[in-house]
C-alpha cells in the first residue's frame, strides 16, 4: 500500500508537473504571442512613423519644390524687371547724349557764327580804321598843304611888304 500512495503521489507528482509544464508552456506560448503581438504593433508603429516620415519627407520636398519654383520664377521677373529698368535708363542716357550732342553742335555753330561775325566786323573795324586814317591823313596833308599856302602866302606878303618897305625908304 506504501507503495501505491507512493505511486499515487508520484502521479499526482508528475500530474501537478505536467500541469505546471502545460501552464508554463501555455504561459510561454502567452508570452510569445504577447511579444510577437508587441513587435508586429511596434512594427506597425514603425511603419506607421517611417509612412508618416516619409509622407512628411515628400510634402517638405513638393513645398521645397514649389518654393524653389517661385524664387526662380520671382527671379526671372526680377531680371526682366532689372533688364527693363537697365533698357529705359539706356534709353534714356541715349537720349540725354542725343540732346548734348545736338545742343553742342547748336553751340559750335551758334561759336562759328559769332567768330564769323566778330571776324566781319573786326574786318570792317579795320576798313573804317584804315579809311579813317586815310582821311585823317588826307586831312593833314590838306592842312599842311593848307599851312604852308598859308606860310608861303605871309611869306610872300612879308617879302611884299619888306619889298614895298624898301621901296618907300628909298
Known amino acids: 500500500m506504501l507503495e501505491i500512495q507512493r505511486k499515487e503521489r508520484e502521479r499526482a507528482r508528475d500530474k501537478r508537473l505536467l500541469q505546471d ?3 508554463e ?3 510561454y506560448i502567452r508570452v510569445q504571442r504577447l511579444s510577437r503581438e508587441r513587435v508586429s504593433r511596434d512594427e506597425l508603429a ?4 517611417s509612412q508618416d516620415n516619409l509622407m512628411q519627407e515628400v510634402k517638405r520636398k513638393e513645398k521645397e519644390d514649389f518654393q ?5 520664377k520671382d527671379g ?3 531680371n526682366n524687371e532689372l533688364l527693363k529698368v537697365k533698357r529705359k535708363a539706356k534709353q534714356e542716357q541715349a537720349h540725354q547724349d542725343r540732346l548734348r550732342a545736338r545742343e553742342s553742335q547748336e553751340n559750335t ?3 562759328l557764327q559769332k567768330k564769323a561775325y566778330d571776324e566781319e566786323k573786326n574786318k570792317r573795324l579795320m576798313a573804317d ?3 579813317d586814317n586815310r ?5 593833314k596833308r590838306t592842312a599842311k598843304k593848307e599851312a604852308e599856302w598859308e606860310a608861303r602866302a605871309k611869306a610872300q606878303e612879308n617879302e611884299e611888304a619888306t619889298k614895298h618897305t624898301m621901296e618907300k625908304k628909298m
Open 68 to 72: 524653389q519654383k517661385r524664387r526662380k
Open 76 to 78: 526671372y521677373l526680377e
Open 129 to 131: 580804321k584804315y579809311i
Open 21 to 23: 509544464k502545460l501552464m
Open 135 to 139: 582821311e585823317l591823313e588826307r586831312v
Open 109 to 111: 555753330i551758334k561759336n
Open 46 to 49: 514603425r511603419q506607421r512613423q
Open 25 to 27: 508552456n501555455k504561459e
